[in-house]
């Protein structure tokens, strides 16, 4: 592992760390805009974080040790699955960083912490919660993993950094299944990180609410973390499609005044992407629970089609 790859290690995990709030929170913007209202600054997200992190932290008398480590868990699986997604400059890959596999891996093992605390409370809402975040990962997980096949079959390899390098030498939509990867990627993301249709982030009614349903029981710090981690997830989603789809500014030479113009691109980029969810999430209604698998069977037939038309190609 050289200087470069360790630089990369560094850089990546602050942009990560620096960029991720401020997407949830352009995303609730928009949303806000579409309905009337002004809605909250850009950087609410930020100060609703720095308040969580000095509030106290409450544990419910019926919770284990899973309940004191998930946030801690589900905080590092996501920074190191963070890795794997070169934000602004792709090095050279080493130690086995990139695998697509094992980057999905690591996101499966933060969700099944999550399920996890929210039963662990013993509380009705977390055990709903929980129960419906695994019932629509036992529907997505086939459709995640044909979309990611389609991905090694397009870039031939296992490895995220190689597909960002083809990308980005190509400099354009290089082929048309991109944009069919483009919409199966965007359906992926909007189901891993529970927007409309498949949850509301934003509500509190135990009727329709998944996500936070299993972190209703979080307080303080691992709160702070839990909502830090969700936007970290995000992140690395709208990453995966800004820069295969999209690859314009990606660095793959390193050098200072490259770093700073894809930096400021991939933000621009970014929140272009998050203006655009908040768009999609403002015209559509959140799908009955039955109804979700006809949202899933899209990614599904069009990353099925991708890996038929690269085999017989």
Do not use: W
């Not at 360790?6 to 602050?14: E, G, K, M, Q, S």
């Not at 029981?217 to 995966?240: C, D, F, P, V």
Request: glycine content about 6%; some cysteine.
């Amino acid at each position: 592992m050289n200087g470069m790859f360790v630089l990369y290690l560094i850089l990546n995990t602050l942009i990560v760390l620096a960029v991720a709030p401020l997407f949830v929170s352009l995303i609730k913007k928009v949303k806000a805009r579409t309905q009337g209202r002004s809605g909250p600054s850009v950087f609410q997200t930020y100060c609703t974080l720095a308040k969580l992190l000095k509030k106290e932290v409450i544990y419910s008398p019926n919770s284990s040790r899973i309940m004191r480590v998930t946030p801690i868990v589900t905080m590092a699986a996501l920074l190191v699955a963070a890795l794997f997604v070169p934000l602004v400059f792709v090095p050279e890959a080493a130690g086995g960083i990139g695998n697509i596999i094992l980057f999905l891996y690591l996101l499966a093992l933060a969700k099944f912490f999550m399920a996890l605390a929210g039963l662990d409370a013993g509380s009705a809402f977390g055990g709903m919660g929980s129960s419906r975040e695994m019932s629509i990962s036992a529907i997505i997980e086939p459709t995640t993993i044909i979309v990611f096949a389609a991905l090694v079959f397009v870039f031939k390899s296992l490895n995220i950094f190689d597909m960002f390098s083809s990308s980005a030498a190509a400099g354009t939509l290089s082929t048309p299944v991109l944009i069919l990867i483009g919409i199966s990627l965007f359906i992926i993301l909007i189901v891993e990180t529970s927007r409309i249709p498949v949850d509301n982030p934003e509500t509190h009614l135990e009727l329709t609410m998944i996500h936070e349903g299993m972190i209703l029981e979080q307080s303080g710090r691992n709160l702070a973390l839990m909502e830090l981690a969700s936007a970290i997830k995000l992140t690395l989603l709208m990453a995966l499609l800004i820069n295969l789809v999209v690859p314009f500014g990606l660095m793959t030479t390193f050098t200072l005044a490259g770093l700073a113009f894809a930096a400021v691109l991939f933000v621009v980029k970014g929140s272009i992407l998050a203006g655009i969810i908040g768009l999609f999430e403002s015209s559509t209604a959140k799908m009955r629970f039955f109804r979700l698998p006809s949202l899933f069977a899209m990614a599904f037939f069009f990353s099925t089609l991708i890996i038929i038309i690269e085999v017989f190609a």
